[in-house]
């Protein structure tokens, strides 16, 4: 039998990097979601300040997999 999965849609912030918005996102759905398996970046977009890139925002759709009987 297959896995089953759900998927939510967040997104993650950073004033370092795009990557570092993606981890960032992914660090805070991990601590109240379970069994992560992928994600996917359906969106980059920023702030600005002054001419310059000043905070990464980076959607996210994180698939996490249900629990079967016996997990």
Request: overall charge negative; aromatic content about 8%.
């Amino acid at each position: 039998m297959g896995n089953t999965y759900a998927i939510s849609e967040i997104v993650g912030t950073s004033e370092k990097s795009v990557e570092d918005a993606i981890e960032s996102g992914i660090a805070t759905a991990s601590k109240s979601l379970r069994n992560l398996d992928w994600f996917e970046v359906s969106n980059v977009r920023g702030h600005l300040s002054d001419g310059k890139v000043a905070h990464y925002q980076v959607t996210l759709r994180i698939g996490f997999r249900y629990e079967t009987s016996g997990s």
